[in-house]
């Protein structure tokens, strides 16, 4: 196993920012982009159910269609590549049985052996719609895809900006989103900064350890 | 600037699994831990509001306490570290104004120079609060936390596993959360695997590439 060294970690932590201003000139290597394609999908999630599309925009004419429908950001017209992170609403049996086919397919276990576990999702899934929580707990997953992204982006020196600050039903339709079952959670513009972005000089500003983290 | 090649990124992620089994001999270095630490205080969050607060426990009889509010899962138990992910509730003015007091510190820029942008913060957190949607705001970016995390430690080589199945009100009372005015969202455990653990032979099981990734 090749693990990393504790600082370099932090220093690419400390290097990203939200960034405001992309260099619209500057794209992403082929190589560079599949890997935090994968990235995404190597997400953990609830279950590992990935209730999840990810819509990777690189044409320049839709990307020009976006700041309209986020607040007139425009990051997501300059970037180089464009995430819109999408929930599956209603999580169903139907979602279930396709995972339950995958995993007995990529570890060579017979469907039926998985039974107690597509039953435990199931009932999970079953009392979340009951509570009315079922699309939040779905949602919350979209978002620990979203901190693996940014995380993986800062570790390979790509800038980041996500966006929660966009008109989802807008990105739905454009999308078409809707008729696959999907709805549009938030964004994430990725691409190279521009040295004239005032935010990319500022200090990063937390609050002290001692008021994020306790102890016991 | 220093990166890290994507290869080792994603052998790393490859390796990451939700643990099921800790290896209670097994703690994590206090260097290594420092740096986890710090990776969840840089994590994203809207405006980088920061609203969360991170419990880590170690304390081997608090620890045991865990299991029986965790639907008996003994990962919290015999884990090294346990990290309970909290949420602010009902962020008000009195935490934007510390946050601008803060980058105000940090920035070396006047506080009434901030006008602008805790004026946004203030209409968002209003807007937010009148949809009903502030505290979910809020946990979406536990969330992110979460995210950030679950791969920093992949990279680092330390273990987690991420917990969502914990009774939260048991959570708030046994570490007096409430008192300070947030709640518990989720858990994640970190240490070292043991070998006897079946799950850490699994193969990981995602959905292929094509179903999870559109381009446009």
Same mark, same amino acid.
């Given at each position: 196993?090749?693990?990393?060294?504790?600082?370099?970690?932090?220093? !690419?932590?400390? &290097? $990203?920012?939200?960034?405001?201003?992309?260099?619209? /000139?500057?794209?992403?290597?082929?190589?560079? &982009?599949? /890997?935090?394609?994968?990235?995404? $999908?190597?997400?953990?999630?609830?279950?590992?159910? =990935?209730? &999840?599309?990810?819509?990777?925009?690189?044409? !320049? +004419?839709?990307?020009? =269609?976006?700041?309209?429908?986020? &607040?007139? !950001?425009?990051?997501a017209r300059d970037c180089s590549h464009y995430v819109v992170f999408a929930v599956k609403k209603g999580l169903d049996q139907a979602w279930v049985?396709?995972?339950?086919?995958?995993?007995?397919?990529? $570890?060579?276990?017979? +469907?039926?052996?998985?039974?107690a576990f597509r039953g435990m999702m199931l009932g999970s899934i079953e009392q979340a719609t009951k509570d009315g929580t079922l699309d939040s707990w779905q949602t919350h997953q979209i978002y620990i895809a979203l901190g693996t992204f940014l995380s993986a982006a800062a570790l390979l020196g790509v800038d980041t900006c996500p966006m929660e600050g966009i008109s989802r039903p807008d990105f739905d339709r454009l999308l078409g989103l809707g008729a696959e079952g999907f709805e549009s959670v938030c964004g994430a513009a990725a691409g190279y900064r521009l040295d004239s972005d005032p935010n990319a000089h500022l200090a990063k500003v937390r609050f002290p350890a001692a008021e994020v983290i306790a102890h016991r």
């Open positions: 196993m090749n693990t990393i060294p504790s600082d370099l970690l932090l220093n !690419q932590l400390r &290097w $990203r920012y939200a960034t405001k201003q992309f260099d619209p /000139a500057k794209k992403i290597p082929s190589d560079t &982009w599949s /890997a935090l394609e994968e990235s995404l $999908r190597l997400s953990p999630s609830s279950y590992g159910l =990935q209730p &999840w599309k990810f819509v990777v925009i690189t044409d !320049q +004419a839709l990307k020009g =269609q976006l700041p309209a429908i986020s &607040w007139d !950001q425009p990051q049985d396709r995972y339950v086919a995958r995993i007995s397919e990529e $570890r060579g276990v017979p +469907a039926d052996k998985l039974g």
